[in-house]
Every structure is written in C-alpha cells, then in structure tokens.
C-alpha cells in the first residue's frame, strides 16, 4: 500500500509562486513515475505535468515554460514549482503514481505499470 500526501498549497497573487510537495510512503522499493493533475469544481480532472522515475519530465501546454517538476528520489518527494501563476492555475492539485520502478538483486530496473495511487489533494488559489 502506498500513500501520497501532498502540501504546499495555498493562496496567492497572480504572478506569485509555490512549491506543491507529493510525498511518497508505503513501499520503500519503488521509484514512482508521479503525475500531477488539477480540477477545479464541475470540470474534469486535467494532467498537468509528470516525471519518470529515470527524471524524464512532461508538461501540459498550459503550464509549460512556468512550471517545473523535480524529484528527490532519496525522500520519496516530488516537487512541483508553480511560477507566474494565473488565475486560471485555481484548482485542487492531486499527485499519483502510475508506475513502480524496482532494482532487481542483479541490479536490473523492472517497471511495474498501472501502479494507481492518489493523494488527497492540495488547494491552490490564485488572485487576480
């Protein structure tokens, strides 16, 4: 069982930044490819940005260039810089893994997909 608790939410000024946390526990074998998605009330969850256990980072169009994804992998953490924030950024964010990445003893990485957990979500709001 894994468990993702994400922080670092909170209100701001557009043009403002912070720094969301996904914070990975449970099963100390894994590294995660973590995603984060957004949603904001009566609209569908959206992908907003992702990162392979190997580092690889993708974006969503709408947060490319203002965003950056990273990944401290001794702790288990992602992180999640949001700058120049917009209005429009408003949502609940929400990490999840979908995959494990695990050492075999003869130092091979296997990667288990479809590896499903979510986090409770952190509120970010942001002020025009």
């Known amino acids: 069982q894994v468990h993702l608790e994400e922080s670092g939410g909170g209100a701001v000024q557009a043009g403002g930044s912070l720094r969301l946390s996904c914070a990975a526990s449970?099963?100390?074998?894994?590294?995660?490819?973590i995603h984060w998605y957004r949603q904001t009330p009566g609209k569908e969850r959206e992908f907003v940005s992702s990162?392979?256990?190997?580092?690889?980072?993708k974006y969503a169009d709408s947060v490319k260039g203002r965003f950056t994804i990273s990944q401290d992998n001794a702790n288990n953490t992602v992180y999640l810089q949001m700058d120049s924030l917009k209005p429009e950024d408003t949502a609940m964010y929400y990490c999840?893994?979908?995959?494990?990445?695990?050492?075999?003893?003869?130092?091979?990485?296997?990667?288990?997909?479809?590896?499903?957990?979510w986090g409770q979500g952190t509120q970010v709001t942001v002020s025009s």
């Open positions: 449970g099963n100390t074998d894994c590294r995660y490819d």
């Open positions: 990162i392979e256990s190997d580092g690889t980072p």
């Open positions: 999840k893994t979908v995959a494990c990445t695990r050492i075999t003893s003869k130092g091979v990485a296997v990667k288990e997909y479809e590896y499903y957990y």
